[in-house]
């Protein structure tokens, strides 16, 4: 990408050249660094104390970037220990709750009420005949579907649909957040802001 900035830069004129350096916080680090280089070529840089506080503006720009994680960094803590810890707790918090609540579905659940008709329609062969006349085997199979999914959602089949969905999100969040913190522990630390070093 800075050579990119680097082969566009030569095209410009002086003033907008200019506009990099007077303005470095309005544009990418690469293209001021690029803008700055090619001042210098022309012989128009600007002076060494204004070279310095460039460079430690953008420097300063970068490190708060990196001491403003993203919300979940900042819930997964600043050093590897607590992150570690953490997941943990949370993803044993996730369980507790998901299997606590479906054990109280489970335990408290009423029998399923019996239908008014004394039968189920979808038990008789006229019933799905019927359905496949008007629909097609799609209609028949959509029904079926639509039975089975709302079956999910009441009496102990709701117990189980919240323990496998407790066991699917704690596995999600754990593969999650293990990742990201195995990012964050390799990333490298935010740039010092007391030490802004050379331009290019």
Do not use: C
């Not at 410009?12 to 070529?41: F, G, I, N, S, T």
């Not at 199979?141 to 709701?158: I, V, Y």
């Amino acid at each position: 990408m800075t050579d990119s900035f680097r082969d566009r830069m030569p095209a410009l004129p002086d003033a907008d050249l200019q506009r990099y350096a007077a303005r470095p916080l309005e544009y990418r680090a690469e293209a001021v660094e690029a803008a700055l280089a090619e001042l210098a070529r022309r012989g128009l840089g600007p002076s060494d104390e204004t070279l310095a506080e460039i460079r430690r503006s953008l420097l300063a720009r970068e490190a708060d970037l990196h001491l403003a994680p993203a919300w979940y960094d900042g819930l997964l803590g600043h050093d590897p220990a607590t992150r570690r810890t953490r997941i943990r707790r949370m993803t044993l918090a996730i369980l507790a709750v998901g299997f606590g609540a479906a054990a109280f579905v489970y335990l408290t659940a009423a029998p399923a009420a019996g239908n008014p008709l004394g039968y189920d329609p979808m038990d008789t062969k006229k019933y799905l005949r019927d359905l496949e006349i008007y629909g097609g085997k799609v209609n028949v199979l959509a029904t079926e579907f639509m039975r089975w999914f709302d079956g999910l959602w009441h009496g102990r089949s709701l117990a189980y649909t919240l323990a496998w969905l407790t066991a699917f999100t704690a596995t999600a969040f754990g593969w999650i957040t293990r990742r990201r913190a195995a990012e964050l522990d390799a990333a490298p630390p935010p740039p010092s802001r007391m030490e802004p070093g050379p331009l290019p």
